[in-house]
């Protein structure tokens, strides 16, 4: 089975923390992405990478960075934390599939709350 | 307009009743993915369909490519069916991204 991990549940940081957020899949997987999930806008895309050290915006990088030095690792990084990055953080990973969509598989998340 | 609709937003239903969750999409896809979210936060994903029909267990999910509409059937609904159930578009472009839907919340009373 797919195990995609985060590092952790639930965190609380105070705005301006440089706020890291860390995901590991065991499956030898390219893709990697991250979501963030808030009520009644579903998940929404941050980021993306399809191998190490490649990575694409998604529909909201802004305030957001990622690095991707291992293939297995994939890190969101909040510059400086504000309130409005409230929210729960999801990592998926996948398999590429010569371009197209294959099944994602999803981290437990990460609830992030910034005071 | 949001690319990717459900309906209902909230379904409460009783134990053993035919459930249906709809989703529209309105751009051109290469595969539709319906997925399950359960209270604490972990997805899993439950079917990848880009035509026709797939089964798994009770669960059963349609598509009509055409008319740019999904649907998510339970058959025998139980307790532990209760979740979140997500719909995602990839487009035809050939890239991996998702479009999700805002989700179907599900509760089944005993």
């Known amino acids: 089975d797919v195990k995609v991990t985060q590092s952790s549940r639930y965190l609380v940081k105070r705005t301006g923390e440089k706020v890291f957020l860390e995901c590991v899949q065991d499956?030898?997987?390219?893709?990697m992405f991250w979501y963030r999930q808030d009520p009644g806008l579903g998940l929404r895309l941050i980021y993306f990478?399809?191998?190490?050290?490649?990575?694409e915006k998604g529909d909201i990088p802004e305030g957001y960075s990622v690095s991707r030095e291992k293939k297995e690792r994939f890190s969101l990084i909040l510059e400086s934390a504000s309130t409005n990055q409230t929210s729960m953080y999801l990592c998926?990973?996948?398999?590429?599939?010569?371009?197209?969509?294959?099944?994602?598989?999803f981290g437990p998340g990460t609830r992030l709350t910034v005071l | 307009k949001n690319e990717v609709e459900q309906s209902p937003q909230n379904l409460t239903a009783q134990e053993g009743e035919f459930i249906t969750i709809n989703c529209s999409y309105s751009?051109?896809?290469?595969?539709l993915h319906w997925l399950q979210q359960h209270p604490g936060g972990g997805i899993v994903s439950l079917f990848m369909?880009?035509?026709g029909k797939k089964k798994h267990g009770r669960l059963i999910a349609t598509i009509n490519i055409q008319e740019k509409h999904s649907s998510l059937h339970i058959t025998a609904s139980h307790p532990r069916d209760s979740a979140v159930y997500i719909c995602?578009?990839?487009?035809?472009?050939?890239?991996?991204?998702?479009?999700f839907g805002t989700g179907t919340r599900l509760t089944i009373i005993p």
């Open positions: 751009v051109g896809i290469s595969a």
């Open positions: 998926a990973s996948s398999l590429p599939r010569q371009g197209r969509t294959d099944t994602q598989y």
């Open positions: 990478s399809y191998d190490v050290k490649m990575k």
């Open positions: 995602a578009v990839a487009s035809n472009f050939g890239n991996e991204k998702l479009t």
């Open positions: 499956m030898d997987h390219e893709n």
């Open positions: 369909l880009s035509s």
